[in-house]
């Protein structure tokens, strides 16, 4: 298969695999250990069933993950990883991904690896634009050290460092990467393989970085955070399924739609009439601005989950920074021929002694 | 008065990327300055008296925004190119512009030049250029009497002298009588010879450091072709600024050969026969430990990824490698020091050589990181160019406070090895030794550099292209079990390094982390046993480094009680960048008849093999340290022997004279009668200084 021919033009650098693989070719050898029950599962089922279709040689795959119970991820796949430090791993993936643009390089991090300690290399990451494919594992809890409140749990929440209730307000993770510059920005849930693996898909298919949120539920420590979304009797009206070129409707019989307030240009969500239905907002993830996408990250009640947006917010396409850096290094040996070291050492003042 | 915000971290105060608008000139148009070179009859062309001399110490100093450190930089590459021998010493505010005329705004450069081989930028300046009161009070202090001071006297005014404290003017109330004082009215002169510019005045005033430069060019027969060309070049798109500067930089020239208070001229020989043959140029630590990381990748056939966040005074080395991209160098600027390292480390899981650069506080920074490529077992150069510190310290200068936390300064047990340059034109081979160590063994590597070696500059061989060590290192290729399985973790007998599998090749595919994982397999562990024996491993794999052994260079006869080779009872033992005033100290004390030895290390971990036996060989065992003794410590620990300190933390290097008044303080006290006249230790005792 060649480079045009790949259903992924964003992956054209990583060579292709040379026979079709199946899920199995990307389990590892290790006994995967989390909790019975926990969310992390799901997603890395969901993970190794879609990596094959990828087509991509598993040995040009590269898993780098941070700490927490989500980050132990790369330990269960069959292809290169690096279970780094707490929060640095899209410091450490950038510099893999900016030196060997042959690589397909995905960063597995979880909601206090990402938004708490990490934070900072998390927005440098999505201004700067590496091809980099950064799946956060939003729990709303740190996990790993046994149930602290997160940057993403909700105000009031008692845990074990917050017994009458945490004070700080969350990240809303999704306003934050819109805010860090992010061309790419999708929120998918554990529970929902076909869901998840579309947006993975997209992700995928996006060059330069990717922001994935996936709501993970964490059965030990913040179970069913996120009921709402996944209960048969709740989930039609808290999630809104969006797709791109599609009115935004949701709820029972897609009653409810997503309306622009022509005065303040804000989003609100309101029943759909025959008088309304020709205003109700088309998605377009492709929309230049990132105001619209930024607009429907905040529909969602921080407690309840309602009007929580599913799917691709943004997609735009962004000069990308690997690409770029090799481009300068190539332009560099065009304009001045590739460097002779014994012409840089001499350097233009010199003098001899015989 | 200095500033609370690291942004004023900087160099100098007068930055070649901004250029000041300059100056034109007395377009007198006459003779081109340096035709005429001097015969070495005692007469120059001008017929005036021409002295020579063996060595130079000259110091200019003025205002941060004067352009002191431009100044001294021409000079000095005139000087190299001359063929002297030469040492630099910057010495500049960290502010980049501190204000005007204080003593806390001055910035100066001093550099020693010679006809014989020297070690150090000279204790005490002969020559003191004062562009101000401010640079006359801050430096009058090391100027010994005697000695010649050529100060600008249109900046004397009664206000510039109450802002440093000066009560009367010291030009006219004697305070200067000890010395040899030239006023000259430099800024007047400038402005003057630029008059036909149709510069404004206040921008031919700038010019007035080149005019200051073509003054000390004439009084010591500098040539002068290659600051015209320089001058030329780094104006070029505005060749107004250019023609001002190159007239004025002849103007003072000019002006030291027709008047009067200028009757002598001073000649210092080309520096022959210190230099082995070869082609020379002149380099500072931070351009050769750049041109160094450069030259390891070539010979390792690795690309360079470097990471690194700004700070002084390291940045000048992302700078550098920023421009050489057609050798495939990528720099990466990262959004703080953590990233760095973090962006150099996943680069070297790549199979780049990933580097990064920083000084103390980024140290602090990186630790964790650092203890990652520990337990990873990944090639990565750590680069610390020590300032003077904690915390923000002093940041623009010198100190070698980082010695312990480079060795120790990680969580766990984290050995990692050190090397240590000596020398600014050694900061090329240390930046080799260092990529040779990470290579070989699959370590992080530490670089001590400081900002005296980081900044100082001195006439450095070329190597030939075949004297670069080979650091090819092979990737692992090929699965490496008899199941035909890949364990990352599997050792070379030898070495004790891993295999490096790098992404992209097939059936190798594997997971590391910085958790404790099974030796061999790699797969994580939390087997007591298992981790005992990682940690003896890592450990000795790092004790394993092959160093070379220390070599001692003592001359005196052997007396039966000295060390293995030769027979002095005090050895001098230094790392880094003290070697230069060390060994001036050990010469001086030497010429008086002192009998002591030399060594300096340059491996700082693991020591070299035979440290222990040269230790034992000696009586005493003295430690210079711009610390509070951090080498000594680790000696003590280590060897068991009574290693004494000698510190100074002032964030600047040792002096000569002081180092040989300490070593004759200990020759004296030692109870040795050979050495006991050993106090004759005046400059001109020992032929350098
Ligand atoms: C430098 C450092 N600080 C703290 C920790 C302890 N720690 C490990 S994981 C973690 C939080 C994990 O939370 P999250 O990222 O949400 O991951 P989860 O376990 O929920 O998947 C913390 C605080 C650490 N390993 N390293
Ligand atoms: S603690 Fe929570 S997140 Fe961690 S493995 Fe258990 S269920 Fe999963
Ligand atoms: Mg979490």
Redo the contacts with the bound molecule.
């Keep these: 298969m060649t480079a045009e021919t790949h259903a992924f033009p964003s992956l054209s650098l990583v060579p292709k695999a040379a026979a079709p693989q199946s899920m199995k070719d990307f389990k590892s050898d290790q006994e995967v250990r989390w909790c019975p029950g926990c969310g992390d599962y799901a997603i890395l089922a969901a993970v190794q069933s879609f990596l094959p279709e990828l087509g991509l040689a598993r040995e040009n795959i590269v898993f780098v993950s941070g700490i927490?119970?989500?980050s132990r991820f790369p330990y269960y796949l069959n292809t290169y990883g690096m279970h780094s430090i707490h929060g640095r791993a899209p410091a450490i993936a950038t510099g893999l991904a900016a030196s060997r643009p042959d690589l397909s390089v995905w960063v597995v991090t979880?909601?206090?690896d990402a938004l708490s300690i990490g934070g900072n290399h998390l927005i440098h990451a999505l201004r700067r634009n590496v091809n980099l494919k950064i799946l956060l594992?939003?729990?709303?809890?740190?996990?790993l050290t046994k149930g602290q409140y997160?940057p993403t749990s909700e105000v009031g929440k008692i845990t074990k460092s917050t017994p009458m209730g945490s004070l700080d307000a969350p990240f809303n993770p999704l306003s934050l990467a819109l805010g860090a510059e992010a061309g790419f920005v999708a929120r998918t849930i554990d529970s929902d393989r076909k869901h998840l693996q579309s947006v993975l898909r997209a992700a995928a298919e996006h060059q330069g970085t990717a922001l994935v949120e996936i709501y993970q539920n964490?059965n030990i420590f913040n179970d069913g955070a996120f009921d709402a979304l996944k209960e048969p009797a709740t989930r039609d009206d808290a999630l809104i399924r969006l797709e791109h070129g599609q009115p935004i409707r949701f709820g029972a019989g897609n009653g409810q739609g997503v309306f622009r307030d022509p005065a303040t240009g804000d989003l609100a969500v309101a029943e759909v009439t025959a008088d309304n239905a020709d205003r109700v907002l088309v998605h377009d993830a492709h929309a230049a601005g990132p105001t619209t996408a930024f607009a429907l990250t905040r529909l969602a009640a921080q407690d309840t989950l309602h009007n929580t947006p599913i799917g691709v917010l943004r997609s735009v396409q962004r000069p990308v920074y690997d690409i770029q850096m090799q481009t300068q290094l190539d332009q560099a040996v065009a304009q001045r021929g590739p460097g002779d070291l014994a012409t840089l050492l001499t350097g233009s003042d010199t003098w001899s002694v015989d | 008065m200095t500033s609370q915000v690291d942004v004023a971290e900087s160099t100098e105060g007068e930055p070649l990327s901004e250029p000041s608008p300059g100056a034109g000139m007395l377009g007198s148009g006459g003779d081109r300055p340096g035709s005429d070179r001097p015969g070495r009859d005692g007469q120059r062309g001008d017929g005036k008296r021409v002295t020579k001399l063996d060595r130079v110490v000259i110091r200019f100093a003025g205002d941060s925004g004067d352009g002191m450190q431009l100044t001294g930089d021409r000079f000095t590459t005139e000087t190299a190119g001359f063929g002297n021998d030469l040492s630099t010493l910057p010495n500049f505010p960290a502010e980049i512009r501190a204000p005007a005329g204080t003593l806390p705004g001055v910035s100066s450069f001093q550099l020693h030049f010679a006809d014989h081989d020297i070690l150090t930028p000279g204790d005490a300046p002969h020559v003191l250029v004062a562009m101000n009161p401010a640079a006359l009070k801050a430096n009058l202090g090391d100027v010994p009497r005697g000695a010649e001071i050529i100060v600008n006297t249109d900046e004397f005014t009664k206000r510039a002298l109450a802002k440093v404290g000066y009560a009367a003017d010291p030009l006219g109330d004697g305070a200067l009588d000890a010395y040899s004082v030239h006023p000259v009215p430099l800024t007047t002169l400038t402005v003057e010879a630029l008059k036909d510019s149709g510069l404004a005045r206040k921008d031919a005033e700038r010019a007035k450091n080149m005019f200051a430069l073509g003054l000390l060019s004439w009084m010591y027969h500098r040539p002068t072709e290659g600051t015209e060309r320089f001058l030329r070049v780094k104006f070029a798109n505005k060749p107004d600024i250019a023609e001002a500067n190159v007239t004025a930089f002849r103007a003072g020239w000019n002006y030291g050969e027709t008047t009067e208070d200028f009757a002598v001229s001073y000649e210092v020989a080309p520096a022959t026969a210190a230099f082995p043959a070869g082609r020379y140029r002149n380099i500072s630590g931070n351009l050769a430990l750049a041109y160094g990381l450069v030259a390891a990748s070539q010979q390792s056939g690795l690309p360079l990824f470097l990471g690194s966040y700004p700070i002084t005074p390291a940045s000048d080395i992302l700078h550098e490698l920023s421009k050489h991209k057609n050798f495939g160098v990528r720099t990466f600027q990262a959004e703080d020091e953590i990233a760095g390292i973090g962006a150099a480390l996943g680069a070297a899981f790549g199979g780049s050589l990933g580097v990064t650069t920083t000084s103390g506080p980024g140290v602090a920074l990186k630790s964790e990181t650092i203890g990652l490529a520990v337990s990873l077992e990944l090639p990565l150069l750590v680069i610390d160019i020590q300032r003077g510190g904690p915390s923000t310290g002093l940041p623009t200068k010198t100190e070698q406070a980082d010695l312990l936390q480079a060795m120790y300064g990680r969580n766990g047990e984290a050995p990692v090895p050190i090397v240590a340059p000596a020398t600014a034109a050694e900061c090329f081979t240390a930046a080799l030794e260092a990529a040779r160590i990470a290579l070989t063994y699959r370590t992080p590597v530490f670089l001590l550099s400081d900002g005296y070696l980081a900044n100082g500059s001195e006439p450095w061989r070329i190597p030939e292209p075949q004297e670069l060590p080979d650091l090819r290192v092979p990737f692992a290729t090929e699965p490496n079990r008899p199941d035909g399985s890949f364990w990352p973790y599997l050792r070379d007998p030898e070495t004790l390094a891993r295999p490096w599998a790098v992404p992209g090749t097939p059936g190798l595919e594997h997971r590391v982390g910085g958790i404790e994982k099974q030796d061999g397999s790699g797969n994580i562990s939390y087997d007591p046993a298992n981790h005992d024996h990682m940690v003896r491993i890592r450990q000795a794999k790092v004790d394993g480094i092959t160093v070379p052994d220390l070599t001692v260079d003592d001359p005196s006869p052997a007396s039966g009680r000295g060390g293995p080779t030769g027979g002095a009872g005090l050895l001098v033992l230094g790392w880094g960048s003290t070697y230069g005033p060390i060994a001036a100290a050990v010469r001086r004390v030497r010429a008086a008849g002192g009998r002591v030895a030399q060594a300096h290390l340059r491996h700082l971990n693991p020591f070299p093999a035979n440290l222990g036996e040269v230790l034992a060989g000696y009586d005493r065992v003295l430690v210079p340290e711009m610390n509070l003794g951090q080498l000594a410590h680790l000696l003590r620990a280590k060897y068991l022997v009574d290693a004494e300190s000698f510190t100074q933390v002032t964030g600047l290097p040792f002096k000569a004279e002081q180092l040989a008044d300490a070593l004759t303080a200990h020759l004296r006290t030692a109870d040795d009668t050979d050495t006991a006249d050993a106090v004759d230790t005046t400059p001109e005792a020992g032929r350098d200084r």
């Design positions: 927490g119970c989500s979880g909601d206090g594992f939003n729990n709303r809890i740190y996990g997160s964490c």
